[in-house]
């Protein structure tokens, strides 16, 4: 079975500061791939970053960079200079392939990052 | 602006009614999905169309019924709900059902059962 710890259930810093949402996951599959989802209070879930189970390659993207270290089986998101409009619940994913060839997606219990002005 | 569209946004309804919540994309995505959130918790997955066929079933109430009229279109028929289902319903859809493809969602229906 698949799990998706994500420990910090909320976080509040003061805008430009950074912050870094914590990820820990368990799978018994060699290949897996892991995502991370924005959901402002809108509601849409937004797609960040895939990284799959085979490239540990940090990755840099403006403000954003992940950590993926199978190690320690974390896949962690900081955010440089944070804004008020990164305020919202993130959540960390795990997708691995079910006996039937599909698909299935375990999220984490997302963690609720408030930025404040 | 999404490149998934749900409708309505928001939808009361009692628990006698009979209502649908629509999903859109027009992607090309061969996979759609839809997904139950209640407040302060993940996405629950609920189905799986897979070439417009439904692929998986997470043991949901039968009171809930999926339909897949074309590539681009997911509806979920709604009928004698419980005040529990009041959720955030969530559509999403991916290139195809592999494990490497992101899912992209819409913003959602605000679904509440009086």
């Known amino acids: 079975a698949q799990k998706v710890t994500q420990a910090q259930t909320e976080i509040s810093v003061v805008e430009k500061e950074d912050v870094t949402l914590d990820c820990v996951y368990e799978?018994?599959?060699?290949?897996?791939?892991l995502f991370w989802y924005k959901q402002p209070p809108s509601g849409e879930l937004v797609f960040l970053i895939r990284?799959?189970?085979?490239?540990?390659q940090n990755e840099i993207s403006g403000r954003y960079s992940w950590n993926f270290q199978k190690s320690t089986s974390s896949f962690n998101f900081t955010i440089t200079a944070s804004q008020v409009v990164d305020s919202a619940v993130y959540f960390c994913?795990?997708?691995?392939?079910?006996?039937?060839?599909?698909?299935?997606?375990?999220f984490g219990t997302g963690t609720k990052l408030q930025v404040i002005p | 602006d999404t490149e998934v569209t749900q409708t309505p946004k928001h939808l009361v309804m009692g628990m006698t009614n009979k209502k649908s919540l629509k999903c859109e994309q027009h992607?090309?995505?061969?996979?759609m999905y839809w997904y139950k959130q209640k407040a302060k918790k993940p996405p629950e997955l609920m189905f799986v169309?897979?070439?417009?066929?439904?692929?998986i079933n997470e043991s949901v109430p039968s009171r809930f019924s999926p339909e897949c009229p074309n590539s681009s279109l997911l509806n979920l028929h709604l009928h004698a709900l419980q005040p529990e289902d009041s959720a955030l319903y969530l559509c999403?859809?991916?290139?195809?059902?592999?494990?490497?493809?992101?899912?992209?969602f819409g913003d959602g229906t605000r679904l509440s059962i009086l």
């Open positions: 169309y897979s070439y417009e066929k439904l692929s």
């Open positions: 999403a859809s991916s290139q195809d059902r592999d494990t490497n493809q992101p899912q992209h």
């Open positions: 799978t018994r599959d060699t290949t897996y791939y």
């Open positions: 994913a795990l997708s691995v392939t079910n006996s039937g060839g599909y698909q299935k997606v375990t």
């Open positions: 990284r799959n189970s085979f490239d540990e």
């Open positions: 992607m090309g995505h061969r996979a």
